[in-house]
């Protein structure tokens, strides 16, 4: 099975999403991928990775980050696996037209680490949360995630990291 290392970017944490035009902040809502959703999520539509596949391995849950009310427009994806003790993010990738300089929306990757650590509190694991990052980005997901480094390039997101994320993205009423 291929290693993938994670290498999305934290840009902002926020409390939903942010439109980096207008500054204004759009709910969203995480739901199961479909089988209708996969002929938008292509590569030839700008997407880096292979999410059929992921949808296809019956081993992993693959969902969606949309915006209230507009549930047609992908903001996001991610793909997990619900281990015995922790959730592992075999993969995360915000939509093509929100990464790099000229994104649309800021807090997508945020959101969906938000949503997997939710996903370890409701599985009863703590809000543990592992996934294997590029090396180059250790520091990084140390500093914006509060993940830690536990060995080689896996990385672990603790009770306290995940309720701080769980916190600022899923408000309960």
Not at 35 to 48: C, Q
Not at 58 to 73: F, G, R
Not at 93 to 103: C, D, L
Request: with cysteine; glycine share 6%.
């Amino acid at each position: 099975m291929e290693k993938i290392e994670q290498d999305f970017l934290i840009d902002r944490l926020t409390d939903s999403i942010l439109n980096t035009i207008s500054g204004d902040s759009f709910q969203t809502e995480v739901s199961t991928l479909k089988k209708s959703d996969l002929g938008s999520v292509l590569k030839k539509n700008g997407w880096n990775f292979n999410w059929k596949s992921e949808f296809n391995d019956l081993s992993k849950e693959v969902y969606k980050l949309t915006i209230v009310n507009n549930p047609d427009i992908i903001q996001g994806l991610l793909s997990i696996t619900v281990e015995s003790d922790h959730i592992f993010m075999n993969l995360l990738e915000s939509a093509p037209f929100n990464i790099g300089k000229r994104k649309l929306y800021e807090g997508v990757a945020g959101n969906l680490v938000a949503y997997a650590c939710k996903v370890s509190f409701q599985k009863g694991y703590d809000g543990f949360v592992a996934f294997t990052a590029k090396t180059t980005l250790i520091s990084h997901y140390e500093k914006t995630l509060g993940a830690y480094h536990f060995m080689n390039q896996r990385m672990i997101l603790d009770t306290e990291a995940a309720k701080f994320l769980v916190t600022k993205y899923f408000k309960t009423n």
